[in-house]
């Protein structure tokens, strides 16, 4: 049979397969000596070991399209990064470096700002002005309201969305409106596993619609983007394409240098100044890496 890990904890893998529930499952042996480790959102191909008790092994890993290292997740086809609109604010370095980070996995985002109920409108224009060209899909909505949420949900359709963000943001609320279903069965499989009360500590995969999963990932509050050297960093900006080439020297890094079409482009206001201070701060703590 053929699933899909929607939940892994303990050295268990739970895989879903189409019109036959959840299975909990071991990895066999043999994942172990070729040092592949079973994620979230993995395609496989299970051995049922009773049908009774949905229990089976994986024996097989289909070949992954993407991996991400933290969270650890396979088959992303895009990421929804949640923040508030207010209460709290938007920590936008934060923000910033997970926009950076799906950049250098070539991962579509979908940049949701939640509790658009209780922000002005100032502050919605201003979020809207520092995003509109940062290379992703935007969308405003309000959970407690079900505000835009079918909007939403035709974005996810047919896709394997992780959803993303700080704590506070309205994630959990926002899953449990797009599958009423989560916190049940996320209790089922934490009796099952005798844990207590469920919060994200482990990366888990909810259906809702026909190919259509949405994937809780544990809240991160810190990204540390270091796995590329800092003149790669402003490939990631996509605001800053539109500039390319027309920089005074080649290879601008567009931090010192002058006749920086990029540094003229931002005080003329046609690159925010937020996203331009956020890249001068990631471009600094790259460069700073390399002297220890």
């Known amino acids: 049979m053929q699933g899909k890990i929607v939940k892994g904890i303990a050295g268990f893998y739970y895989v879903h397969v189409v019109e036959s529930g959840v299975y909990e499952c071991k990895a066999k042996g043999i994942f172990r000596k070729d040092k592949k480790k079973p994620l979230v959102g993995d395609d496989v191909e299970i051995e049922v070991l009773s049908e009774v008790e949905k229990t089976g092994s994986i024996i097989n890993i289909f070949e992954r399209k993407n991996e991400l290292i933290r969270p650890a997740v396979a088959n992303i086809d895009q990421a929804l990064v949640v923040f508030a609109a207010a209460k709290p604010s938007p920590h936008f370095n934060l923000l910033d470096r997970f926009l950076v980070m799906m950049q250098t996995k070539e991962i579509p985002v979908i940049l949701c700002f939640n509790k658009e109920d209780i922000a002005s409108e100032e502050k919605l224009s201003e979020l809207a002005k520092i995003y509109e060209k940062c290379g992703c899909q935007l969308i405003f909505v309000s959970a407690k309201e079900e505000k835009n949420m079918e909007t939403l949900r035709r974005m996810l359709e047919g896709k394997t969305t992780a959803i993303a963000g700080p704590s506070g943001v ?16 996320t209790g089922s499989i934490s009796r099952k596993i005798e844990r207590g009360k469920h919060t994200t500590r482990h990366s888990e995969l909810f259906m809702i619609g026909e190919d259509s999963y949405i994937m809780d990932t544990p809240g991160f509050s810190s990204l540390y983007v270091n796995d590329f050297e800092k003149e790669e960093l402003k490939y990631y900006f996509p605001e800053f394409e539109l500039y390319e080439g027309q920089c005074r020297f080649n290879g601008c890094d567009h931090i010192h240098e002058p006749g920086c079409a990029v540094k003229e482009a931002v005080e003329k206001g046609k690159i925010h100044a937020v996203r331009y201070e956020d890249y001068k701060e990631l471009y600094e703590e790259l460069k700073n890496k390399r002297r220890y």
């Open 170 to 185: 309205g994630k959990s609320s926002i899953i449990n409106l797009l599958n009423p279903k989560a916190n049940m069965e």
